[in-house]
């Protein structure tokens, strides 16, 4: 079993910055894949980031290249994603997500095996 917790600060004004982690832990862990999701109240959830178990390959979604930035502790099983720039269309529930079973740095949610419950990001 997996356990994947997200955490960071809620909130920041457009144009200012977040940093948001996620612990990975579990006697099922191994170094893979994962990535960071985000939904939006009656959106459906997109992919924002994806990173290698090596954490040397990386992909954004559109929106986000040049302002987010995922990287990983490899051995702390730590992910972080940097915000800058921010926006308030950025405001969405963040997840984390691990073993994705789909294409090389897949953001496409139904890639993804284990999730993490999410945290709030508020943008205004």
């Known amino acids: 079993e997996v356990q994947l917790v997200e955490s960071g600060p809620g909130s920041a004004l457009a144009g200012g910055s977040l940093r948001l982690s996620c612990a990975a832990s579990g006697a099922g862990y191994r170094p893979t894949t994962m990535g960071w999701f985000s939904q939006a109240p009656g959106k459906e959830r997109e992919g924002v980031a994806a990173?290698?178990?090596?954490?040397?390959?990386?992909n954004y979604a559109d929106s986000v290249k040049g302002r987010f930035t995922i990287s990983r502790l490899k051995d702390a099983n730590i992910l972080h994603l940097q915000m800058n720039g921010l926006k308030p269309d950025d405001s969405a529930m963040y997840y984390c997500?691990?073993?994705?079973?789909?294409?090389?740095?897949?953001?496409?949610?139904?890639?993804?095996?284990?999730w993490g419950q999410g945290t709030q990001v508020t943008v205004s």
């Open positions: 990173i290698s178990a090596s954490g040397v390959s990386t």
């Open positions: 997500a691990a073993w994705n079973t789909g294409p090389c740095l897949s953001l496409d949610p139904s890639s993804y095996r284990d």
